[in-house]
T-cell receptor, first 112, second 112 residues
Framework: SQQGEEDPQALSIQEGENATMNCSYK?????LQWYRQNSGRGLVHLIL?????REKHSGRLRVTLDTSKKSSSLLITASRAADTASYFC????????????FGSGTRLQVQP | NAGVTQTPKFQVLKTGQSMTLQCAQD?????MYWYRQDPGMGLRLIYYSASEGTTDKGEVPNGYNVSRLNKREFSLRLESAAPSQTSVYFC???????????FGPGTRLTVL
């Protein structure tokens, strides 16, 4: 079963707008990671946020983590057509196996 | 520096045939992983190798075997392919378990 669930499943916006994707998970985590996947390609790591962190920035990306609600959000500001991709959150548990468990993803379409 | 490479890129098998998917990384990473991705879904972990000489089952190991040949190479074998194994297979590596993962380009496998 998948640990993370992204919301929405699909999102369509205009270039220049902000895009927000949410991720909820079920068990305690060590860290949470966001990845991007362009159509037909492998995944590319975007950002990692540890369980003791609440917010992290990388360029136009902002990730927040609320461990009390077991949720995270990814904000892409001033989106571009090149941001069109699927975005996945993935969690690493704080006990046992330390492999990533992926959510089902959000498909983002940025219209030029 | 090629990162993570996978061969082949595409493969068509008949039910019952066997094949091995190859994966190699040149980043001196300790941990390696095999995932499958079905249409419209996130990645599911098949097997992983936390370090050279160790392998462990993931979420969906049935029908697969793996070999961590050395620190660089991690292969996935389908002994008797079934149509349910039609998927895109991704290999990934990370410096340590739970860290950022780097993905290969994937192998598209169709089992008829």
């Amino acid at each position: 079963s998948q640990q993370g669930e992204e919301d929405p499943q699909a999102l369509s916006i205009q270039e220049g707008e902000n895009a927000t994707m949410n991720c909820s998970y079920k068990t305690s985590i060590n860290n949470l990671q966001w990845y991007r996947q362009n159509s037909g390609r492998g995944l590319v790591h975007l950002i990692l946020i540890r369980s003791n962190e609440r917010e992290k920035h990388s360029g136009r990306l902002r990730v927040t983590l609320d461990t009390s609600k077991k949720s995270s959000s990814l904000l892409i500001t001033a989106s571009r057509a090149a941001d069109t991709a699927s975005y996945f959150c993935a969690t690493v548990g704080d006990t046992g196996r330390r492999a990533l468990t992926f959510g089902s993803g959000t498909r983002l379409q940025v219209q030029p | 520096n090629a990162g993570v490479t996978q061969t082949p890129k595409f493969q068509v098998l008949k039910t019952g045939q066997s094949m091995t998917l190859q994966c190699a990384q040149d980043m001196n990473h300790n941990s390696m992983y095999w995932y499958r991705q079905d249409p419209g879904m996130g990645l599911r972990l098949i097997y992983y190798s936390a370090s050279e000489g160790t392998t462990d089952k993931g979420e969906v190991p049935n029908g697969y075997n793996v070999s961590r040949l050395n620190k660089r190479e991690f292969s996935l074998r389908l002994e008797s392919a079934a149509p349910s194994q039609t998927s895109v297979y991704f290999c990934a590596s990370s410096e340590m378990e739970g860290y950022t993962q780097y993905f290969g380009p994937g192998t598209r496998l169709t089992v008829l």
